[in-house]
């Protein structure tokens, strides 16, 4: 039976950042390990992220201890280590609900509390948020208000992020950002600028000589302004002498300070105080230990970034039970998939950014690390790095997710599409992934890809048909970009690992005939049919199955052979209503003068919030449930004409 969970002494005092500042300096080591605890405490029994969270806890605590939230503005990136921020302003009590069906959301999200300044869930948009922030509050002339972007060194990786630090430091704003620097992601971190950060935390000298001098200036009796001024001059000579770590920050005209110990929470509110008065755009680097005061966390931090439920003590993470073979995730199916085709085709190659667990691209560069590369948190360089790769005759298996393909749209339309160039688009986590919420429900890539001229659009139903979209993807004769889109979680199929065979493009294929009514579905939720259709049975339904396979191009014979048989149809996927799977079916009818009463089953226009799939599913109307109900509904007269027969 599971223990209540309480927070500490002095956590229990804090309601808002206001209580927080009432506390005594002496206090505030205490209040961090409270903290910390109840983290470890509360995920562990209720699950949710779990090691950036503790890794900022000294930070968090800091930052409400100085800065005057929410009239001072934190915008904390991706939102992972935002647990400590959200139990610190009001929302301890409610935090059990944590990533649960409508209950709090795992990110800052603005409709949430007056703290969370901007909704976040993929990475790298803090500092741009933050300079938005910081220009219009000088507009407005609110000259005391001060701006805060909290950045890991791993979302500096993307392309927005160095965007924001070339405007930041030319734009003159009040402004700090301060670099979260743990040398992890999801992943560990990789490029030239981890090594680039590196070098600084073990090279730190000519920050130490800056720091020093800058104090030491500054409490001189001359004006202060004046000597710091010097200060500033001085330092820039001694660059050149001492290091060049600070060369990349502050060639962006940005001030650096640091690196120091982000654990150190005495440090951090006497480094945070005395920044509050530095005007102008700044940077703070501190360096933090990601999983900091749970020893397993720390030793394994990518196996602990959101572990799923465990025993706090001993570590032992609990998995389900059961009898009989499972079926296994899809992104493993993708991942030991692409390692037998490229054993048999060197011309494979696997790309994704920064999600190599996730993706299960770590098989492949285990395996042949010469072959399958994490770029990192760059989803648009990894689609035009596909693309070179593609001009020179390479197959290229770009492995990213649904949600985070949405940022590098412009580079498959640019850099692929236009250039009728062959690269396979593997979209994970397609459909509604669960609790992550609206940020990563990957709700939009059929509409988003299928009209795009040059594209193809597929979806497997299970692992079998995964396997063979893929072979027939990475075959010579395949001359256009595609895309295979699959959805979070397992599949159906134990016995998995299929002979793989070429599927012809566009080619759809017809599971079950019958006589009422069809269900053309797309992709996984065509087991969510195939259930609905074998209950139906009990009804007295006769119901066909179609599982087109393709939303672009459509199987044309397959759908008139359909349209022209069953005088109404459901479609079935998941993604969008609007501009989906079932919108080409609509298109394909009108165009051809069909007149079926057709109806979509899909996520809904609006924004679908966290929760578990299957009741998402349920909420958006396209459980088995969901698809018998529509076909009960759309066939009632005709249930009433064989009942009164």
């Known amino acids: ?167 930041a430091g030319v734009a003159d704003t009040d402004m700090l950002i301060i670099l979260n620097d743990n040398c992890m992601s999801i992943d560990p971190n990789v490029g030239a600028l981890k090594e680039y ?203 990213i997710y649904s949600s985070f393909m949405q940022r590098a749209y412009d580079q498959v339309i640019h850099d692929v599409a236009i250039q009728e160039l062959p690269v396979i688009f593997c979209l994970d986590r397609a459909g509604l992934v669960g609790e992550d919420g609206p940020t990563h429900h990957g709700a939009y890539d059929i509409t988003y890809m299928r009209c795009v001229p040059n594209m193809i659009v597929s979806a497997p139903m299970n692992e079998s048909e995964l396997r063979n979209l893929m072979y027939t993807a990475q075959l010579d004769t395949t001359k256009n970009p595609f895309v295979i889109r699959y959805p979070r979680g397992e599949g159906v199929t134990p016995e998995w690992k299929t002979e793989m065979k070429e599927i012809e493009i566009g080619k759809g294929r017809k599971l079950r005939d019958g006589q009422d009514i069809a269900i053309l579905s797309f992709g996984h939720p065509g087991n969510f049919a195939a259930s609905a259709i074998r209950d139906l049975k009990n009804d007295g339904l006769n119901v066909a199955h179609y599982d087109l396979r393709f939303a672009k191009p459509l199987d044309e014979a397959l759908l008139a052979e359909a349209l022209a048989r069953y005088q109404k149809i459901i479609t079935v996927e998941d993604g969008t209503v609007v501009g989906g799977f079932g919108s080409a079916i609509l298109e394909f009818a009108n165009t051809h003068g069909y007149k079926n009463e057709v109806r979509i089953l899909g996520i809904p226009d609006r924004i679908i919030e966290h929760g578990p799939p299957k009741e998402l599913h349920r909420e958006c109307g396209y459980d088995a449930q969901a698809i018998k109900e529509a076909v009960l509904e759309m066939m009632k007269d005709t249930i009433r004409v064989k009942v009164k027969i």
Request: glycine share 10%; hydrophobic share 35%; aromatic share 8%.
């Open 1 to 167: 039976m599971r223990m209540e969970i309480t927070p500490g002494e002095l956590l229990r005092q804090i309601n808002s950042p206001d209580d927080l500042k009432k506390l005594p300096r002496e206090n505030l080591h205490q209040l961090c390990d409270e903290l910390r605890q109840y983290v470890i405490d509360v995920v562990s029994v209720h699950g949710g992220h779990f090691g950036a969270s503790l890794g900022v806890v000294e930070l968090t605590v800091a930052l409400h201890y100085i800065f005057k939230t929410p009239y001072d503005q934190l915008v904390w990136d991706v939102g992972h280590q935002a647990y400590g921020h959200k139990i610190l302003t009001g929302r301890r009590e409610n935090f059990i609900s944590n990533r649960k069906y409508r209950g709090l959301s795992g990110f800052p999200k603005r409709s949430e509390s007056e703290y969370d300044t901007f909704g976040v869930g993929h990475s790298s948009t803090s500092v741009s948020a933050a300079l938005g922030m910081a220009m219009a509050a000088k507009y407005k002339g609110e000259n005391d208000r001060k701006t805060v972007a909290i950045i890991g060194d791993g979302a500096m990786t993307a392309g927005i992020a160095f965007e924001a630090l070339n405007h």
């Open 197 to 399: 950060l590196t070098d600084i935390t073990t090279s730190p000298t000519y920050n130490k000589v800056k720091d020093d001098v800058w104090k030491l200036l500054g409490k001189l009796p001359v004006g202060k302004n004046f000597t710091r001024a010097m200060a500033h001059k001085l330092t820039e000579g001694l660059k050149g002498m001492v290091s060049s770590s600070a060369n990349l920050f502050e060639a962006l005209k940005l001030r650096y300070f640091g690196p120091i110990d982000g654990h150190n929470v005495t440090k951090l509110v006497d480094t945070l105080k005395d920044l509050k008065e530095i005007p102008g755009p700044k940077l703070l680097h501190i360096i933090t230990v990601k999983g900091k005061g749970y020893d397993l966390a720390e030793k394994d931090q990518t196996k602990w970034h959101s572990p799923g439920l465990f025993d706090k003590i001993t570590g032992e993470i609990y998995k389900k039970k059961f009898d009989l073979p499972q079926p296994p995730k899809y992104q493993d199916v993708f991942g030991h998939t692409i390692i037998e085709l490229a054993e048999k085709n060197e011309k494979i190659f696997g790309i994704t950014p920064a999600m190599p667990s996730g993706s299960s691209l770590k098989f492949m560069m285990e395996k042949m690390p010469h072959r399958a590369f994490d770029v990192g948190i760059a989803e648009q360089h990894a689609v035009t790095l596909s693309a070179g790769m593609a001009t020179q005759g390479m197959k290229v298996f770009c492995n």
